[in-house]
């Protein structure tokens, strides 16, 4: 009887496949979203906080989405690389049957690229049922607030603290701007808060809205003592903007050669996009953690 009884049981176990002797662990993600570059000498600095978010979260999978859907073409095309955009990325995920998403932009401000990813996330927000996610949320830019422009200024004034140094010389900064959008103002509040721990010695600029080149120029004027320059982007990646409008030898519209124009001479290049900075990387994680927590 004893015999029989067990056999029953096992039966019933093999019959009704929901029976489990121990929970199914939940499936949580991570999705990274860059902008992204083709150029490969550029690309470390987004793999550096790629890198960043797998070493602090083993637990989660970290993948990775680029929103320019040039960038991604031209990487199939010349590299043979496929990056999903951030609506391909999160269906697969969620074909994959990850319950918990967590989407970390790599942007500088909240501005018109950020806005494309809260688009997304707003699509996805709505699902519910087997194309939804238990849990979805978003991530914030580097400079979000006042407090997030003070945390970025004393970064670059540890990034550059050898060339601040020396008392003549000015860190020229090129940011990317996003036109008639309120997230450009947070550019200026970043330039006040460098001025308030390190007067006239950042000036800084955006490549596609303002402050402009010859805003920068005019406060240099301001500033007689600065004599040397040193050029470098306030963007995750040194791609071509900072390789070609920034510090473009052949472009005479670069603002190295329209600062030449102005009488400066000593110029040097800082050609390294700010995800390649540990303190960056440290302030990634930390606000991945706070989403996740």
Known sequence: ?????????????????????????????????????????????????????????????????????????????EFNENISNPVEALAKLNDEGFEDVYIMPTHIIPGEEYDEIKNVYSAFKVLKGKYGFDKLKLGKPFMNSSKDCERMAEILISRFKKQLEDKETGIILMGHGTPEHFANALYSLLQVELDKKLYGRFFLGTVEAAPEIDDVAANLKRHPEIKKLVLSPLMIVAGDHANNDLAGEEDEESWLNILKSKGYENISAYLVGLGEDENIAKDFVKKIRELVD
Do not use: H
């Not at 004893?2 to 096992?10: E, G, N, P, R, V």
């Open 1 to 77: 009887m004893q015999k029989i009884l067990c056999a029953f049981i096992l039966l019933s176990l093999f019959l009704c496949p929901s029976v489990s002797f121990a929970e199914e662990k939940e499936k949580s993600a991570i999705l990274i979203v860059s902008f992204g570059t083709s150029m490969p000498e550029a690309r470390k600095a987004i793999d550096n906080l790629v890198n960043a978010a797998k070493n602090s979260f083993p637990d989660f999978e970290v993948r990775l989405a680029f929103t320019s859907n040039i960038i991604r073409r031209k990487l199939a095309r």
